[in-house]
Nanobody
Framework: QVQLVEFGGGLVQPGGSLRLSCAAS????????MGWYRQAPGKERELVAA???????NYADSVKGRFTISRGNAENTVYLQMNSLKPEDAAVYYC???????????????WGQGTQVTVSS
């Protein structure tokens, strides 16, 4: 059973920083992409940032220049450094992984349980 566990959410003032961490349990034959999504109340879940196994990175326009996604030394980990946070960044942030556990498996998408980020003075 694969579990994605996120850490690092919390309350921060506008202009502040937070670092989110995500670790996936279990071993994988291949991880295609790991990323972060967010969902604010009344809004759809949206991509924040994603990084492929080859290192290609994609950011939402709203976070470019402020957020940085990176993979950890342990291949099943991903981080999101969030700087210059704005009230509109407040949301539940979800870790996401697409890959397969064995060579003969099909690719699957896994989600974490989410971590709340609140930006308020």
């Amino acid at each position: 059973q694969v579990q994605l566990v996120e850490f690092g959410g919390g309350l921060v003032q506008p202009g502040g920083s937070l670092r989110l961490s995500c670790a996936a349990s279990g071993s994988f034959f291949r991880i295609n992409v790991m990323g972060w999504y967010r969902q604010a109340p009344g809004k759809e879940r949206e991509l924040v940032a994603a990084i492929t196994d080859g290192g290609a990175i994609n950011y939402a326009d709203s976070v470019k220049g402020r957020f940085t996604i990176s993979r950890g030394n342990a291949e099943n980990t991903v981080y999101l450094q969030m700087n210059s946070l704005k009230p509109e960044d407040a949301a539940v942030y979800y870790c996401n992984l697409n890959g397969r556990r064995e060579a003969y498996f099909t690719d699957r998408t896994y989600w974490g349980q989410g971590t709340q980020v609140t930006v308020s003075s």
